[in-house]
């Protein structure tokens, strides 16, 4: 038996990576690769929520985001010192990185146009990473992850659960209940690609093999769906999709996936398109993609030209 086909029969019988010694090279770089795409979307959430702060109604709800937001770069410190522990250069990948080569999702490439919308990015996007997450936590073979995880899945539980609270108010206010539809109209299917391909389309999975993930994207759509959707119906939102008792699964009422408008931020329903145009789509960044990441390292790098200065 190759070690390869010996790690993944270990870490399919309850074995935990806890090094470097543990891993082969197909591991680590999977484990790498899902670490990155992890501390990317926790740190990239940051910038599109900042974009309608100000416009929180109260001093409570700022509060709320504002320790909201420290979560998330608390999630993204995370993903990174393990990738730090696991020999990457976390400083080269946060501060040389172009724009377009980060991995968070596309969804994060836009700013907010008001703070109903941040309510349902919480209320989504957050159910996204504590699907996911939630689902790391539960089933990795990685024990610096797994052990790491327990604080993150607590406080990606507040984040959605704070983007209920909003929606539901506003739902309450016949003057915001069209701002509510509107942002989900947009958010909904957004959601619904953190997930990535379908299952049909990919021949094997890394990931699944060496227990870094326990389920299946489309097993994770459709546990997403599973609270998304009732939770919507709950409160008067309208979304595409619906149970269907006959296949005992959530099924979408619109192609899926479909072409995107990011100027107007609207789905083209007519217009069905393929993953291989989602994925590039991907690739080819969002609309604040590049503003999004310069926040990110301005910092870093006003502090190396002040001492090249110095010099």
């Avoid at 119906?233 to 269907?244: F, L, N, Q, R």
């Avoid at 994925?279 to 190396?304: M, S």
Wanted: net charge negative; charged share 30%.
């Amino acid at each position: 038996m190759d070690q390869a086909t010996l790690l993944k029969e270990k870490v399919q019988n309850g074995f935990i990576v806890e090094g470097i010694d543990d891993m082969n090279e197909e591991y680590l770089n999977a484990l790498k690769q899902t670490l990155t795409i992890v501390g990317d979307t926790e740190l990239l959430s940051v910038p599109p929520l900042l974009t309608v702060y100000d416009q929180a109604p109260t001093l409570n709800s700022k509060i709320t985001a504002l320790a909201i937001m420290q979560d998330e770069i608390g999630h993204a410190h995370i993903a990174y010192r393990l990738l730090k522990d696991l020999g990457e250069d976390v400083d080269r990948l946060l501060y040389e990185r172009e724009a377009h080569r980060w991995k968070n999702p596309y969804a994060f490439d836009f700013e907010l146009s008001n703070w109903i919308e941040f309510g349902v990015f919480n209320a989504f996007f957050d159910r996204a990473g504590y699907t996911l997450l939630g689902d790391a936590f539960e089933h990795t073979s990685y024990g610096p992850w797994k052990r790491a995880l327990v604080k993150v899945d607590k406080e990606e539980l507040f984040h959605l659960r704070n983007g209920e609270i909003i929606m539901r108010t506003a739902m309450q206010d016949p003057n915001l209940r069209e701002e509510v539809q509107k942002a989900v109209d947009w958010m909904f299917l957004m959601a619904l690609e953190f997930f990535g391909v379908e299952d049909r389309l990919k021949s094997r999975s890394a990931q699944l093999e060496y227990r870094l993930k326990g389920r299946t994207n489309d097993e994770l759509r459709q546990k997403w769906l599973s609270t998304a959707v009732p939770f919507c119906e709950s409160i008067g939102v309208k979304v595409p999709a619906h149970y269907d008792e006959e296949q005992q699964k959530y099924v979408l009422d619109v192609p899926f996936p479909c072409k995107f408008d990011p100027v107007n931020k609207k789905w083209l329903f007519d217009q069905p398109d393929t993953w291989d145009n989602v994925i590039k789509r991907f690739k080819q960044r969002g609309p604040k993609n590049k503003e999004f990441v310069e926040r990110i390292q301005r910092g870093a790098k006003e502090l190396e030209q002040l001492r090249k200065e110095a010099v």
